[in-house]
């Protein structure tokens, strides 16, 4: 009886401590001029998953929407770099963006994270994931899953932060 006892116990705590700790999701965006790849965390903020692609148009109304459903503290962008870390012809178009985001969503923190190779590891996971060669050339499904890598990377980096 003792371990039935126990055992409900440990079962219902984490609930309990999920229900308490649940924080805000981050959302990462891996901008592009026509489509644009979106994740999320979890509700504590451990894994990154794919949340959609979206034209790159209606992206604003999209973000939107998710916040109205699900709660996001932070929002991490894509930083397109060329190899000498300066930035990419394509930071105009995401710097844009981010002004006409910030304007829309004030209240929302937005950062930068370092983009280069993303899309590089997405066709790679890709493949080590076993996808045919036809799905692996759907480039909305390559720019999903370069935002989560970018969102993983930035998870990790901030977990490295805190270690510190």
Request: proline content about 5%; glycine content about 4%.
């Amino acid at each position: 009886m003792l371990f039935v006892r126990i055992s409900i116990r440990l079962l219902i705590l984490p609930v309990f401590i999920c229900t308490f700790v649940a924080m805000a999701r981050i959302m990462a965006i891996d901008y592009g001029r026509k489509r644009t790849g979106v994740a999320v965390t979890d509700p504590l903020q451990l894994i990154a998953n794919g949340l959609a692609t979206v034209p790159s148009g209606e992206l604003v109304k999209f973000i939107q929407s998710y916040m109205a459903k699900e709660p996001v503290e932070l929002i991490v962008v894509g930083q397109p770099k060329q190899m000498n870390n300066e930035p990419s012809e394509n930071m105009r178009y995401v710097q844009a963006f981010v002004t006409h985001l910030k304007r829309t969503l004030p209240q929302i923190p937005i950062e930068y994270y370092d983009e280069r190779f993303t899309s590089v590891m997405a066709h790679q996971a890709m493949l080590d994931g076993g996808l045919r060669k036809k799905k692996r050339q759907e480039k909305a499904l390559v720019d999903e899953i370069s935002a989560v890598i970018i969102l993983q990377a930035y998870l990790e980096s901030k977990k490295y932060r805190l270690n510190l």
